[in-house]
């Protein structure tokens, strides 16, 4: 029997790491810190803090999850009209 209470979630899947990998990899530290203010991501930034910080703070952990799927709306709109 399949799950589908998550059918609809478009997180489901993704871990916080593989999220701040992708978020670091394609906009970088700056742009992380200019669209989050948290010192995590301003002052001397690495992927390891930055987990330990968004795994006990949920507004940040919020935060970093909902700019995840704003780029990647972004980026499937962009592709769409290509």
């Known amino acids: 029997m399949a799950d589908t209470t998550q059918k609809n979630n478009p997180l489901h899947g993704q871990t916080l790491q593989?999220?701040?990998?992708?978020l670091v990899s394609t906009k970088g530290w700056e742009y992380l810190g200019e669209e989050v203010n948290i010192n995590c991501f301003q002052k001397d930034p690495s992927i390891n803090s930055?987990?330990?910080?968004?795994?006990?703070?949920?507004?940040?952990r919020t935060k970093v999850e909902s700019l995840y799927l704003y780029v990647k709306r972004k980026e499937a709109k962009k592709t769409e009209t290509v």
């Open 50 to 60: 930055s987990l330990k910080f968004l795994r006990k703070t949920p507004w940040a």
């Open 18 to 22: 593989t999220i701040m990998e992708y």
